[in-house]
């Protein structure tokens, strides 16, 4: 079950929380992981943690915001390779702020790496895919794209988008046998959680972390490890009937 042997797999942002925890259960399902991340320093911790436990893994420093790097890495990846049979565009920052309070630049930055960032990597993936007759993708969106979140205009924008460009992607290439899903989590704890309390509540630390742990019915945060493992089975040949769907993985947030 679950078998990625032979399986080359690509994991953006891969050098922490949720993309680590991604990149780690595909090597231990024998797949080859691509670790994309802006980060140079995390995007080898990562395969070196991997390789040092028997996986195969294999960084390089990756902006999806820039087009013309994006298709420069994908295409060296297929020439070292010769195919990419999944893509996980897990890349993507958090932005607070309503609509009054986000800043026309902040808008920018959060659209370049939530948004076109999909858009970069998925073209530069597709032809492949498509010339050779199958392959997986899975966005990485958020319940911010089936609900409202309060204070998270820009953020939700960006989730949006890639719930509607999940559901685009897989109706276009499904004759390709080209499959695109997404998940919708609620919130995981990762570093990035806690840089991002740190950094925008600052002295509220611990109360704020006790109130995003209580907003999930069941009283704590996710873990990555928890969304890997229902990407892992997304993307496998068992989830052959699923695409152009999204799974919230919510701890009971939207069973209301």
Do not use: W
């Not at 702020?97 to 630049?105: D, I, L, Q, R």
């Not at 997304?234 to 695409?243: G, H």
Request: hydrophobic share 40%; proline share 4%.
């Amino acid at each position: 079950m679950l078998d990625m042997t032979h399986k080359t797999v690509v994991v953006t942002g891969g050098g922490s929380g949720i993309g680590e925890a991604i990149s780690t259960r595909f090597a231990e399902q024998g797949a080859l992981v691509y670790i994309l991340d802006v980060s140079q320093e995390a995007a080898i911790a990562v395969p070196n943690s991997i390789t040092a436990n028997g996986g195969q893994a294999k960084s390089m420093t990756c902006d999806v915001s820039n087009a013309a790097q994006t298709q420069g890495v994908i295409d060296t990846i297929v020439d070292e390779t010769g195919r990419i049979d999944i893509l996980i565009n897990n890349a993507g920052i958090a932005s607070v702020g309503t609509v009054e309070s986000t800043p026309e630049e902040e808008l920018d930055r959060i659209y370049a790496v939530n948004v076109k960032g999909i858009y970069t990597c998925t073209k530069a993936c597709i032809p492949y895919m498509v010339k050779q007759e199958g392959g997986v993708i899975l966005n990485l969106a958020s319940i911010a794209s089936l609900i409202g979140i309060e204070d998270r205009f820009a953020y939700s924008m960006s989730k949006g988008a890639v719930l509607a460009m999940t559901k685009s992607i897989a109706i276009d290439y499904v004759k390709q046998h080209i499959r695109c899903n997404c998940v919708c989590p609620a919130r995981i704890h990762t570093p990035f959680v806690d840089g991002f309390i740190s950094k925008n509540y600052p002295g509220e630390e611990e109360a704020m972390f006790a109130k995003l742990s209580e907003y999930q019915p069941v009283g704590r945060m996710g873990t990555p490890t928890e969304v890997a493992n229902l990407i892992v089975y997304l993307c496998s040949d068992e989830a052959s009937f699923i695409t152009g769907q999204a799974y919230p993985i919510d701890g009971g947030v939207l069973m209301g």
